[in-house]
Nanobody, 123 residues
Framework: VQLQASGGGTVQAGGSLRLSCAASGRTFSSYGMGWFRQTPGKEREFVAAISWNKERTNYDDSVKGRFTISRDNAKNTLYLQMNSLKPEDTAVYYC?????????????????WGQGTLVTVSS
């Protein structure tokens, strides 16, 4: 399984970005997926997750109401729509595949990770 994250960039505070994560393989639709982010000197932190069938989503409190996670199982692609971006959202964003069909807020519950895409929000 390979995960390829894209869509990062530099945006002003209040702006929007949409991240994508393209997955290889034929089992994408069977697994929960998640987004995490990391800044230098800090541990990787949970952002959002979605179940295999899109029925369950989880969000960190810091992004609720601003970020939306979604997936297109026909295209083997995971998305993260980020609106009303803040400077504190600046980080490298990683997509990951859960070990099962459900979403999880714990990084240890994920077994495959993308390479990360940098999001920079300027004030």
């Amino acid at each position: 399984v390979q995960l390829q994250a894209s869509g990062g960039g530099t945006v002003q505070a209040g702006g929007s970005l949409r991240l994508s994560c393209a997955a290889s393989g034929r089992t994408f639709s069977s697994y929960g997926m998640g987004w995490f982010r990391q800044t230098p000197g800090k541990e990787r932190e949970f952002v959002a997750a979605i179940s295999w069938n899109k029925e369950r989503t989880n969000y960190d409190d810091s992004v609720k109401g601003r970020f939306t996670i979604s997936r297109d199982n026909a295209k083997n692609t995971l998305y993260l729509q980020m609106n009303s971006l803040k400077p504190e959202d600046t980080a490298v964003y990683y997509c990951a595949r859960s070990r099962n069909a459900l979403p999880s807020v714990i990084s240890g519950a994920y077994d495959y990770w993308g390479q990360g895409t940098l999001v920079t929000v300027s004030s």
